[in-house]
């Protein structure tokens, strides 16, 4: 750990290479440490750069002073670790001032961004253009950014739904200060690097995903076009024994319908309920998780089946239709109330309902505007639907941000809300499945975390669920962490692991003695990050004092023999 004259000469040298106000400390960096997910960290400082050359001159300059750096892009990968970082003492680097939309090729539907684009930014700017293409939104709302979501392998419910996929080509800055990128950009054909994802020779972009190897600048991603026509479906599954026959059903229809089929969402009545009930916190006593009865009266008031699903079918005018066929004839013997909407007959129904009077009008406008706002992201437009989740159990009321009084953003880390994601991987098999689910409802219950379920299609062979561990980070911390845990260990068992790791959990996959992965990847660390400059800890094992003379010592035998 470097002493403090070496962040003093660091904060020195920033200053006048970034300017005074580019650079924070102490109390300014306050917003760096919330989180989610109960995890306390140590800010040296943060320092905010405005493009690539000034990101190498931050990493040069670390790397003089031996500092450890932990790149974000806006910080709002909410339930993962926010913008804190992996280790104590690092200076944040703070991406989201680089918020240039470089280039955008309306015939080929490639835009080329940096780290700070947020999905309402590329929204707002497609928008003001009059371009067909997609948001690739994700749930975590309209703040967060697209390069940092795709870096974590994130995932969506539109086309392209698989978000580094769709990246064919990005910029980075090494530990060394260098300048990252593709073998043909490098030769001089940054024209077409983004035309093709591959490349030539090795492909390395991969490298800087879910790791630690570099600042990532820069990003390439192809869009989806709007198509002609884009229909939401939502269909109720009543029993609880009807999932099976119902994950049979999507991948059937996923295994079928391709492209022309949006991922399909299965939300457990708990995981619908937490978006149109308050927390009932008066019928649930401390560290308890909802009980039962409780659970099947909220579901009674609002008519709720046991499990609720979710798609979209998009194509053209000839094409949509018989796809709405094909959907009928296999999911319908399935499911019950399967129905299709449009935005146009969803403003008809918003319409004819509003006449009705009382409690029932309200609710159905309520399932109406659900409806709306999950066609509006189903339509690549950024919404807070999902968001509003992580203050569920909190019952605290979103504040204004103090940076901005006129955005109303919602922003849990800010807020104190607690929620931890647990997203393990489920083979789509109606066996898989309901293993799945028994191990979930059979372990959250026990540390006092309600079960609330999501099965997601991320390709015809796999789903990606995910389970929000809600707390209150003040005294419950230490509970949903052992929760996350348990499900963690069940699932390696069951054959349930998760895609993406919180930053304090991230240990369970790494630490892990004797993984020939685990110690590539340390190998491949070491050699592009030898003194371990780029975020510490994060998907990878730090090397403690004795491993690294170690690692020197074998280094100096080396050269000795040679």
Known sequence: MSG???????????????????????????????????????????????????????VETARAEKLALYPISTGHNWGYGSATPAADNCVVVDLSGMN?????????????????????????????????????????????????????????????????????????VLPSGEIYQSAIAEAGGTGVDGAYKWGVGPYLDGIFT???????????????????????????????????????????????????????NILNRLRVLSMIEPYPQAEVGVGEAIPASVVDSMARRRRLPHWFGVGALYGTKETVPAMRRRVKRVLGPKAKGLRFFSK???????????????????????????????????????????????????????????????????DPARDG??????????????????NYVDMVNEICPRFGINPLITLTTISERCFDST??????PAVEQERAQACYRALFEEGKNRGFLPYRMNLQSMELYTAHEGSVFWQTVNKIKH????????????????????????????????????
């Not at 592009?528 to 400059?533: A, K, S």
């Open 4 to 58: 403090s004259s070496s962040l003093n000469r660091a904060i020195a040298t920033w200053r006048q290479t970034l300017g005074a106000g580019s650079v924070r400390l102490d109390g300014d960096c306050d917003v760096y440490s919330q989180n989610c997910i109960g995890v306390t960290r140590q800010v040296s400082a943060a320092v905010l750069p405005c493009n690539e050359t000034e990101v190498a001159a931050v």
């Open 100 to 172: 240039r939309i470089l280039d955008l090729d309306p015939v080929l539907g490639l835009v080329t961004l940096e780290p700070g684009v947020t999905q309402q930014q590329l929204r707002d700017y497609l928008d003001e253009r009059d371009l067909p293409f997609l948001v690739p939104v994700t749930g975590a709302g309209p703040t967060c950014s697209l390069l940092g979501n795709a870096l974590e392998r994130g995932y969506g419910i539109t086309p392209h739904g698989d978000h580094f996929s769709a990246v064919t080509a990005l910029r980075a």
């Open 210 to 264: 879910q790791s630690s190897l570099g600042i990532v600048t820069q990003m390439t991603i192809a869009l989806a076009r709007v198509p002609e026509k884009v229909e939401l479906f939502v269909f109720e599954l009543p029993k609880d024994e009807d999932l099976e026959g119902a994950v049979e059903a999507a991948r059937a229809l996923r295994q079928s319908l391709g492209d022309g089929l949006s991922a399909i």
């Open 344 to 410: 146009t007959n969803l403003g008809i129904l918003h319409r004819m309902i509003s006449l009705l009077p009382g409690a029932a009008g309200r609710v159905l406008q309520e399932r109406l505007g659900t409806l709306d706002e999950t066609l509006d992201i189903l339509l690549g437009r950024p919404r807070e639907t999902a968001l509003k989740l992580a203050y569920w159990k909190s019952g605290r009321a979103p504040s204004a941000d103090p940076e901005n009084a006129k955005s109303s953003a919602l």
């Open 417 to 434: 809300c607690g929620i931890m994601w647990y997203a393990p991987l489920v083979p789509m098999t109606a066996s898989a499945a309901r």
């Open 467 to 472: 389970v929000p561990i809600l707390f209150d």
């Open 527 to 562: 050699a592009i990050d030898p003194e371990q400059l780029i975020s510490p800890g994060r998907y990878h094992s730090v090397a403690s004092e004795a491993d690294k003379k170690n690692e020197d010592l074998a280094g100096k035998e080396a050269a000795i023999r040679d």
